[in-house]
């Protein structure tokens, strides 16, 4: 049997944004809520989360990937906003969102979805949101200090980030948490 491997399609993070956002985390741990908060090196923009696919649907993915945004010129955007699914009240999934260029983002995920639903690859239930998932909630322990966290704490001004290319990452899941490995990258215009 064919192993399979856990993937999804995004744009990784510069060092600059990945390290101002885990000072965020920090003072939204503050809270002692019980939170899972992503590991710094494995901050990033999930495009379209794929799921377990086989190593010979690798090739076929980076193709539709090189489709899809062959046409888009390079651009940037802004992260400007925190907030959490499904809202700021409940919060489950703590996350950093896009300003500027997140209709760019968009309809790259959407053409993505278009294409990846040709090699049988189900499409989303939910529509598309441009964010950086922070952290995750375990429970409801700390829940009022970490709504009061979030609804007192700022992003830093400035946080831009240049895209040139998406990736298809591996998510190898361990004790210690997810390692993701690039396996394929697709240029913008």
Known sequence: MTPHIRAFIAIDLNETIKTSLEQVQKTLASSEADVKWTEKASLHMTLKFLGDISPDQVEPIAEVMTRVVATTPKFSFD??????????????????????????????ARRLEEELLKLKIKKDERAFSAHITLGRTRSTNGKDRLVAALEETNLPSGLSQAVGGITLFQSLLTPQGPVYTALKNAPLK
């Not at 959490?84 to 999934?93: R, S, T, V």
């Not at 950093?96 to 209709?103: I, P, R, Y």
């Open 79 to 108: 992260i400007t906003e925190l907030g959490a699914f499904p809202d700021i009240l409940f919060p489950k999934i703590i996350w950093a969102g896009v300003g500027q260029n997140a209709e760019t983002l968009e309809g790259i």
